[in-house]
């Protein structure tokens, strides 16, 4: 779940990647923070969903970020330890579900993401829509994606793979080693596209 390890396995199996540093105090991500062009994005390494993300548009706003996340606790209980900034990603933002066997992957479902501003937060779920499994946007992300779970050696179970397709093709933003969350508002919509299946479903039949 450690997104800063997840973008530099990716990096270094020469798929795009996230440009990122990773600090315990700002002296650790000070040169970044300094010469990278902003917005930015900051966040906890090890946390979920939008918990602590945020859009920061110069160096005073991300240093103040930066040390109000070691003083909150995260969602997933206790507190950070570790703060992750990254570039800002432009593009839309995609999900694929996965189940692999073996390192076999199979996808579920494409998505694509409604996120907009609100209450003070840039990035706020209102919801989602499939994307058509044969449109030219989804072929170019299942592929980055089945070699993005190659590239983190997940080989079983399942995966949310959230993706940016981005000017210059697509980048992942983090794996999720999980089935898609939502409370499971998502499922009957899934099966009914997918003849009866879901990611759920799917992930059951892969280990009996």
């Not at 058509?132 to 592929?143: P, Q, R, W, Y």
Request: hydrophobic share 35%; aromatic share 8%.
């Amino acid at each position: 779940r450690d997104k800063k390890v997840q973008q530099e396995l990716v990096k270094a199996a020469g798929l795009r990647s996230i440009r990122q540093a990773a600090g315990k105090t700002i002296s650790d991500v000070e040169d970044f923070l300094r010469k990278e062009s902003y917005p930015l994005v900051l966040k906890p390494t090890d946390s979920a969903g939008t918990d602590g993300v945020k859009l920061c548009h110069n160096y005073e706003e991300a240093k103040d970020h930066f040390d109000a996340l070691f003083e909150v606790e995260a969602v997933n209980g206790g507190y950070n330890t570790e703060v992750l900034c990254q570039e800002f990603l432009r593009g839309k933002e995609y999900v694929v579900d996965t189940v692999s066997r073996d390192g076999e992957h199979k996808t579920m479902a494409v998505w694509v993401y409604d996120k907009r501003p609100a209450n003070g937060a840039a990035f706020v779920y209102f919801g989602m829509l499939p994307v058509d499994s044969g449109s030219t946007e989804a072929k170019l992300l299942v592929n980055y994606c089945h070699k993005v779970l190659d590239a983190l050696a997940l080989k079983n179970g399942p995966a949310h793979v959230e993706i940016i397709m981005t000017p210059s093709g697509p980048c992942l933003v983090e794996v999720n080693c999980r089935a898609q969350g939502g409370d499971g508002n998502w499922r009957p919509l899934a099966r009914r596209l997918a003849g009866g299946y879901s990611q759920v479903e799917a992930t059951v039949d892969a280990y009996l």
